[in-house]
């Protein structure tokens, strides 16, 4: 078993169950493990609303009414085991490096310390999961141990688990999309400098991998900003963080592998932005490539299609 899958089955404990789910905005997007088969079931009376700090399920009805439908539907009623991807703005995927000085002792307040500078919560209130990534470098410079951390408001995260209750659903794991999403990326690692752009609602998150490992995320609004733009701002960050990101050089030429997901930019847009930055035209992985017949097909089932395949 590789490195980058021991990592994942640690991340990802308990394994996924038959049934998976992700939440988002508009409704509920449901995938059979056993069947590969999919289901979309939309929201009813905005059911569900995506939040960092405030519950998400607005009305309990007909939030459990929904996710029944979905589940008759794509023949998983009588599941109870259920893997959850959650919205970027319900729960958040972060990497940061600790110095390695750090006793191992100390090392789980100090991730939790860092959680709280980037969350904004109060130790008590965040929810987070954790996994190490490998060697890295700290901002000043010092070598240092680099961590995967999912974080949510306990509260949020408390209050989810009491709406599946009703349902009966023990949803074992509950993990950031954008997680689920980066996991395609190890499937085709033709290359070893790799790059995630994904776009959720108003959201731009950008996740850089070496060999399916994530190295550095950040993330933008797009809220009344150019979505070109926008990603340029990005690389060009991770250009001046070179090291501190894992990439090496400032002055390096990089050529990435480019997974898009509901990107709304062309192609040629994409590179255009990654030429200019880092000197290479990457090569962007098309949906066609990994079994899909289009990008808004992929884009919907991205992120529970690639945890399902990551921990086959």
Excluded at 64 to 69: F, R
Excluded at 206 to 232: C, S
Excluded at 241 to 249: D, Q, Y
């Amino acid at each position: 078993m590789s490195f980058f899958e021991r990592f994942w089955r640690r991340l990802v404990l308990p394994a996924p169950s038959r049934a998976m789910c992700a939440l988002t905005a508009e409704g509920v997007v449901m995938f059979d493990r056993r069947t590969r088969q999919s289901h979309f079931q939309p929201w009813v009376d905005q059911a569900f609303q995506p939040a960092f700090d405030t519950e998400n399920v607005r009305h309990a009805k007909a939030f459990a009414s929904t996710l029944v439908q979905g589940a008759h539907a794509l023949g998983v009623a009588g599941e109870r085991r259920w893997s959850v991807l959650l919205p970027g703005a319900t729960a958040r995927a972060y990497v940061v490096t600790i110095e390695a000085t750090v006793p191992p002792q100390d090392v789980p307040d100090v991730l939790v310390w860092k959680a709280e500078r980037l969350t904004g919560l109060p130790q008590e209130d965040i929810w987070m999961t954790t996994a190490e990534l490998g060697p890295g470098v700290t901002a000043n410079g010092a070598a240092g141990r680099r961590f995967l951390l999912a974080a949510m408001s306990r509260r949020v995260a408390l209050a989810l688990h009491a709406d599946l209750e009703p349902l009966n659903w023990q949803p074992g794991l509950l993990l950031p999309r954008l997680v689920g999403e980066s996991l395609w990326l190890q499937h085709a690692a033709a290359q070893l400098d790799q790059m995630l752009i994904s776009v959720e609602g108003d959201t731009l998150a950008v996740m850089l991998l070496q060999r399916g490992v994530p190295l550095a995320i950040r993330t933008l609004p797009l809220a009344g900003e150019l979505p070109a733009e926008q990603l340029l701002r990005v690389l060009l960050f991770f250009r001046e963080h070179a090291v501190e990101s894992g990439l090496g050089s400032a002055e390096q030429e990089i050529r990435f592998e480019v997974l898009p997901v509901n990107v709304p930019l062309e192609i040629a847009e994409i590179s255009q932005c990654i030429r200019e930055t880092f000197g290479e035209l990457p090569r962007v992985i098309a949906p066609q490539q990994l079994g899909f017949d289009s990008s808004a097909e992929f884009s919907r089932l991205a992120g529970v299609t690639g945890l399902a395949l990551a921990t086959a």
